[in-house]
């Protein structure tokens, strides 16, 4: 497959989802980019270049980091079964930092109280 898309590095935040929302395919060829998973989160369908010789069961540690990316453009169906699942789980991340920052913040100010 051949680059024939905006090249996203060293562009600020706005503009890089200006064009995910801007584009219907995203292929990354960087395996454990975040930008995969804010390109589907835009609606692109968002495409991991294999390496090769490694097969999609080793190329994630868990599922759950593959759901709304597709390993290669013959996994697209994957990314598009799962794309509910992958922002479920993401909002579940976000909750459980926002409640282990807040667990922090408490034992700090009940420490300095003292």
Known sequence: ???DG???DNLPHQKIAEIFNNHEYCVSYDMH???SVYAAMCGCK???QPEPGLPKNEWQPSVELTYGIAYGHDDLEWA???KGLMTEYHHQIQATNLKSVEAFANKCEAHFKK
């Open 1 to 3: 497959h051949k680059l």
């Open 6 to 8: 905006p090249v996203i």
């Open 33 to 35: 980019t975040m930008y």
């Open 46 to 48: 968002s495409i991991v």
């Open 80 to 82: 598009k079964k799962t």
